[in-house]
T-cell receptor, first 109, second 115 residues
Framework: GENVEQHPSTLSVQEGDSAVIKCTYS??????FPWYKQELGKGPQLIID?????GEKKDQRIAVTLNKTAKHFSLHITETQPEDSAVYFC????????FGKGTTLSVSS | EPEVTQTPSHQVTQMGQEVILRCVPI?????FYWYRQILGQKVEFLVS????????KSEIFDDQFSVERPDGSNFTLKIRSTKLEDSAMYFC?????????????FGNGTRLTVT
């Protein structure tokens, strides 16, 4: 089955800096790669997704890139703000949506 | 915006007892899921459900677990004889279509504490 690896597990940045989180997946048949943000006490909330026929997608300060050949995808957050502090999960759709282990992002002002 | 709702938000039960976790998926969604998150760990797939049948299940979803859609709106997860290691957040999710590119929408979870 699908296996998703995510790095780093923790990431601390200063407000205004960029943050990058990287994931790899194992199943070459996977074709959908969402990113979720989880705040304390809440469920995962979809922030951006990318499909396998697209190499990059951007939504305001958030962008995701996908390299299908290398089987890796990344989340880029620019101009980080304290409210970006949360746990971020990448995921890949195999026969079900399989999550990475999460990255705890801390943005200090 | 429509959302997935889960009740209760927190359930405390004694080891060996049965618990039922309840979910109301988004109304026009057809595919339903349960995930589990042990404190501080990743979100783990348990089971997917469509057309009143289990579509996929993980190795975590053993005989002590069952799912049901008892009516047109609710989707439940039953744990027959709870164990200490069942303590976790349980998330329900739904999506409108089967295609592997439609977003999965999650509820805010039920925190299950087994004592």
């Amino acid at each position: 089955g699908e296996n998703v690896e995510q790095h780093p597990s923790t990431l601390s940045v200063q407000e205004g800096d960029s943050a990058v989180i990287k994931c790899t997946y194992s199943d070459s048949a996977s074709n959908y790669f969402p990113w979720y943000k989880q705040e304390l006490g809440k469920g995962p909330q979809l922030i951006i997704d990318i499909r396998s026929n697209v190499g990059e997608k951007k939504d305001q300060r958030i962008a995701v890139t996908l390299n299908k050949t290398a089987k890796h995808f990344s989340l880029h957050i620019t101009e980080t703000q304290p409210e970006d502090s949360a746990v971020y999960f990448c995921a890949a759709w195999g026969t079900a949506l399989i999550f990475g282990k999460g990255t705890t992002l801390s943005v200090s002002s | 915006e429509p959302e997935v709702t889960q009740t209760p938000s927190h359930q405390v039960t004694q080891m060996g007892q049965e618990v039922i976790l309840r979910c109301v998926p988004i109304s026009n969604h057809l595919y339903f899921y349960w995930y589990r998150q042990i404190l501080g760990q990743k979100v783990e797939f348990l089971v997917s459900f469509y057309n009143n049948e289990i579509s996929e299940k993980s190795e975590i979803f053993d005989d002590q677990f069952s799912v049901e859609r008892p009516d047109g709106s609710n989707f439940t997860l039953k744990i027959r004889s709870t164990k200490l290691e069942d303590s976790a957040m349980y998330f329900c999710a739904s999506r409108p279509s089967r295609g592997g590119d439609s977003p999965l929408h999650f509820g805010n979870g039920t925190r299950l504490t087994v004592t």
